[in-house]
């Protein structure tokens, strides 16, 4: 089940420094020693895998503390989050910190696929990169939103956790991604500086045109997947603040063939 937290980051030292969006390597290492404390186990399996089924996104709030979006797939990842303490106390990067955790959103899979299928025929949708996301496409850096990469990246990202879910309802985007396109955009690259590398990621957004779409089952699983990607992040380096999206559906109905 996809879960979304927010967690509240203030320093522990009377009068310092405001805290700063550092790498989020930094948030990375942190949240971890907070599982790791409640769940070694877990801490340990999460390290082990290459698709960790969380994603996070960092913003600067005006008292100087920092507020990190932590969206998760794992219900295991959320049982744990959900035992953490008020005032949890750690360590960012050097700073001594306090953490609080509040609980915002759990969302069953099967209700966001009917929301999909109630959501009708859209003829587009928009999706809004709030965080630089960059993906890799034939061993390179690519920094476009290409309708291909985006939702088959959401779905190879899903499909580890709702293995048998994904294979009895969806086809994989990248079979019918040539009937939507791109129709418009507006996008910036920005570098983030992880200290011993730097990556550049693309933020904006872009919206998608869906009037090609000739079944209705394959534009239900793209405003399916549009949604899941606010919990799972698109690109790499989403557990380390890039990649996070919003979802806006375009406006515009029609009829299309029923499957």
Same mark, same amino acid.
């Given at each position: 089940m996809p879960h979304k937290y927010n967690l509240d980051i203030k320093t522990t030292v009377p009068g310092g420094a405001p805290l700063r969006i550092t790498a989020g390597n930094h948030l990375h290492g942190l949240l971890f020693?907070?599982? $790791?404390? #409640?769940?070694?186990? #877990? $801490?340990?399996?999460?390290?082990? !895998?290459?698709e960790k089924p969380f994603s996070l996104w960092p913003t600067l709030k005006d008292d100087g503390s920092i507020s990190v979006v932590v969206a998760t797939l794992s219900d295991e990842l959320a049982v744990t989050l959900d035992k953490l303490e008020s005032d949890q106390s750690g360590l960012l990067g050097r700073s001594q910190v306090v953490v609080n955790v509040h609980k915002v959103a759990s969302v069953p899979i099967t209700e966001m696929w009917n929301r999909a299928e109630k959501s009708?025929?859209?003829?587009?949708?928009?999706?809004?990169?709030?965080?630089? +996301?960059?993906?890799r496409r034939a061993g390179k850096q690519w920094l476009f939103p290409d309708p291909d990469v985006v939702f088959q990246n959401v779905y190879l990202k899903s499909i580890e956790v709702f293995g048998d879910f994904f294979r009895n309802? #969806? +086809?994989?985007? !990248?079979?019918?991604?040539?009937q939507f396109m791109v129709s418009r955009y507006e996008l910036a690259t920005k570098q983030l500086d992880y200290g011993r590398y730097k990556i550049i990621g693309f933020c904006g957004y872009c919206v998608y045109d869906c009037r090609r779409m000739k079944l209705a089952y394959n534009c239900q699983s793209i405003v399916f997947l549009s949604a899941l990607a606010e919990f799972t992040g698109i690109g790499y380096k989403t557990t380390m603040g890039m990649g996070q999206v919003e979802y806006l559906p375009g406006k515009g109905w029609r009829d299309r063939v029923v499957q």
């Amino acid at each position: 089940m996809p879960h979304k937290y927010n967690l509240d980051i203030k320093t522990t030292v009377p009068g310092g420094a405001p805290l700063r969006i550092t790498a989020g390597n930094h948030l990375h290492g942190l949240l971890f020693s907070l599982i $790791a404390g #409640l769940n070694p186990n #877990l $801490a340990d399996s999460l390290h082990s !895998v290459q698709e960790k089924p969380f994603s996070l996104w960092p913003t600067l709030k005006d008292d100087g503390s920092i507020s990190v979006v932590v969206a998760t797939l794992s219900d295991e990842l959320a049982v744990t989050l959900d035992k953490l303490e008020s005032d949890q106390s750690g360590l960012l990067g050097r700073s001594q910190v306090v953490v609080n955790v509040h609980k915002v959103a759990s969302v069953p899979i099967t209700e966001m696929w009917n929301r999909a299928e109630k959501s009708g025929n859209i003829d587009s949708l928009r999706l809004n990169f709030l965080s630089p +996301t960059s993906f890799r496409r034939a061993g390179k850096q690519w920094l476009f939103p290409d309708p291909d990469v985006v939702f088959q990246n959401v779905y190879l990202k899903s499909i580890e956790v709702f293995g048998d879910f994904f294979r009895n309802n #969806l +086809t994989p985007p !990248v079979e019918y991604a040539s009937q939507f396109m791109v129709s418009r955009y507006e996008l910036a690259t920005k570098q983030l500086d992880y200290g011993r590398y730097k990556i550049i990621g693309f933020c904006g957004y872009c919206v998608y045109d869906c009037r090609r779409m000739k079944l209705a089952y394959n534009c239900q699983s793209i405003v399916f997947l549009s949604a899941l990607a606010e919990f799972t992040g698109i690109g790499y380096k989403t557990t380390m603040g890039m990649g996070q999206v919003e979802y806006l559906p375009g406006k515009g109905w029609r009829d299309r063939v029923v499957q």
